[in-house]
């Protein structure tokens, strides 16, 4: 195995986070400029450090820090699984804790949330991202023989 380039990768991609989070606080904390997020989404994320988001906030209800605990089991494994080699291969090694991420995300509304258009749309993602993970997952089976 070529350990040194991935360890090499994994520093990269961990040094250049501080610069993307500062450039995201910079401009009004929520996103860049170019987010394409509707004002609703981001009504209360002016003025918050949203790199802080990686770690789960102490504040706010027990729904809210469910719901950013998810980022961070997703965080490090999309970075380290995007570090493979081929890139073929980091696209999905990225993908499958992204997926996952949004399997846990939607399980917090599940626990949480009371719209029924939320709770129905979350369940649907659920569904739709486990099988995409099982698909991914015997793709990276495939390749691997």
Same mark, same amino acid.
């Given at each position: 195995?070529?350990l040194l380039?991935?360890v090499?990768?994994?520093?990269l991609?961990l040094?250049?986070?501080?610069?993307?989070?500062?450039?995201?606080?910079m401009?009004?904390?929520?996103a860049?400029?170019?987010? #394409?997020l509707?004002?609703?989404?981001?009504?209360?994320?002016?003025?918050?450090d949203?790199s802080a988001?990686?770690?789960?906030?102490a504040?706010?209800?027990?729904?809210?820090?469910?719901?950013a605990?998810?980022?961070?089991a997703?965080?490090?494994?999309?970075?380290?699984?995007m570090?493979?080699?081929?890139?073929?291969?980091?696209?999905?090694?990225?993908m499958?804790?992204?997926?996952?991420?949004?399997?846990?995300?939607?399980?917090?509304?599940?626990?949480?949330?009371?719209?029924e258009?939320?709770r129905?749309?979350?369940?649907k993602?659920?569904?739709?991202?486990?099988?995409?993970?099982?698909d991914?997952?015997?793709?990276?089976?495939d #390749?691997?023989?």
């Amino acid at each position: 195995m070529h350990l040194l380039p991935k360890v090499i990768a994994a520093a990269l991609v961990l040094a250049a986070a501080p610069a993307i989070a500062q450039d995201h606080s910079m401009h009004g904390g929520a996103a860049a400029p170019e987010s #394409k997020l509707p004002a609703i989404c981001l009504e209360n994320a002016k003025g918050h450090d949203m790199s802080a988001m990686a770690a789960a906030p102490a504040e706010g209800d027990e729904a809210h820090r469910a719901l950013a605990a998810t980022m961070d089991a997703m965080h490090g494994d999309m970075a380290a699984g995007m570090t493979a080699t081929d890139i073929d291969v980091a696209f999905v090694c990225g993908m499958i804790p992204h997926h996952q991420g949004a399997i846990d995300m939607a399980k917090v509304e599940l626990q949480y949330g009371k719209d029924e258009w939320a709770r129905g749309m979350a369940q649907k993602v659920i569904d739709a991202q486990e099988q995409e993970i099982a698909d991914m997952l015997k793709w990276l089976e495939d #390749k691997s023989k």
